[in-house]
């Protein structure tokens, strides 16, 4: 593993069904997020984490939960899955907060 | 609302121009992050610029800087077809945590 790795690439999810992202990062870094990318809306940011052991929340947070039990692994659950949470979700790190951040390369998610 | 918005949202040109995309954000800043992002994969940060610094260069690439209009150019000189790719500027405000607000992203295409 080098950087950032996210799990499933792409999943097509049954509305109402329960879904959770894997995030894992080796870098050691503090800081994780996540963000979902939508054409004409850029990337919005989800929930965080500054470090493990907390998280916060973001500017789409509703529909969407985390955890951050140790410093690799970010997973964000969707609990009831519906149509508009259709998107590419993102998972990125950076050492401290405000820093450069490394991405992972997606998860394409299609709720039907 | 997008703090960073940026300008031209798509921009055509041919190999060995010069190619230029702005970014205008709202609020005071702690630093300014550009990012490109390649077709299906995560966005790759290019480079950042502090808020006390008016113009930063990496090889092909120069940003500049002007908090008195709050505003950012990111250059790229001499560019390849290989450069092709979307482009999105960030913004680490002062207010927000050490959270990035991503604009929506300059598509650029750099044609052979």
């Known amino acids: 593993i080098a950087g950032i790795t996210q799990a499933p690439t792409s999943q097509i999810l049954a509305a109402g069904r329960r879904m959770t992202l894997r995030c894992t990062q080796d870098?050691?870094?503090?800081?994780m997020y996540w963000y979902r990318q939508d054409l004409g809306l850029g990337l919005r940011l989800i929930h965080y984490s500054n470090t493990a052991g907390t998280t916060g929340k973001g500017e789409v947070p509703d529909g969407y939960s985390v955890s951050r039990a140790n410093t690799d692994d970010f997973p964000l659950t969707l609990a009831s899955a519906v149509p508009s949470q259709t998107s590419v979700y993102f998972c990125?790190?950076?050492?401290?907060?405000?820093?450069?951040?490394?991405f992972g390369d997606g998860t394409r998610l299609s709720i039907l | 609302s997008q703090q960073g918005e940026e300008d031209p949202q798509a921009l055509s040109i041919q190999e060995g121009e010069n190619a230029t995309m702005n970014c205008s954000y709202k609020?005071?800043?702690?630093?300014l992050q550009w990012y490109r992002q390649n077709s299906g994969r995560g966005l790759v940060h290019l480079i950042l610029i502090r808020s006390n610094e008016r113009e930063k260069h990496s090889g092909r690439l120069r940003v500049t800087l002007d908090t008195s209009k709050k505003s950012s150019s990111l250059l790229i000189t001499a560019s390849r077809a290989a450069d092709t790719a979307s482009y999105f500027c960030a913004t680490d405000g002062n207010n927000q945590g050490g959270k990035l607000i991503f604009g929506q992203g300059t598509e650029l295409s750099v044609k052979p």
């Open positions: 609020t005071s800043i702690n630093n």
């Open positions: 990125a790190s950076s050492d401290q907060v405000g820093q450069p951040q490394h």
């Open positions: 870098m050691r870094h503090n800081a």
